[in-house]
Nanobody, 111 residues
């Protein structure tokens, strides 16, 4: 059973940056697309960014130009670089591989 472990969340300043990491167990990481989702209090979980096994990326409109997803298949890790943070980016961020979810990491953007 693949396990996903997110890290890198915390308190960020408006206009600042944070980088999230998601490490996956197992040998099949490089064959799977990886997603980052987020869920703010009282809201539904929403897709933030996707990276295919080949490295193609897609972003939700609300993060285009600010966030960047990347992967390192040698480390079984996917990253989410978050720049120009806004208070509305406050949420629990989850990574997903196929039907498997990580436990989430809290990101709070506040001055």
């Amino acid at each position: 059973q693949v396990q996903l472990v997110e890290s890198g969340g915390g308190l960020g300043q408006p206009g600042g940056s944070l980088r999230l990491s998601c490490s996956a167990s197992g040998r099949m990481f490089r064959f799977y697309a990886m997603d980052w989702y987020r869920q703010a209090p009282g809201k539904e979980r929403e897709l933030v960014a996707t990276i295919s096994s080949g490295g193609d990326t897609k972003y939700a409109d609300f993060v285009k130009g600010r966030f960047a997803i990347s992967r390192d298949n040698t480390k079984n890790t996917v990253y989410l670089q978050m720049n120009s943070l806004k208070p509305e980016d406050t949420a629990v961020y989850y990574c997903r591989q196929n039907l498997i979810w990580g436990q989430g990491t809290q990101v709070t953007v506040s001055s």
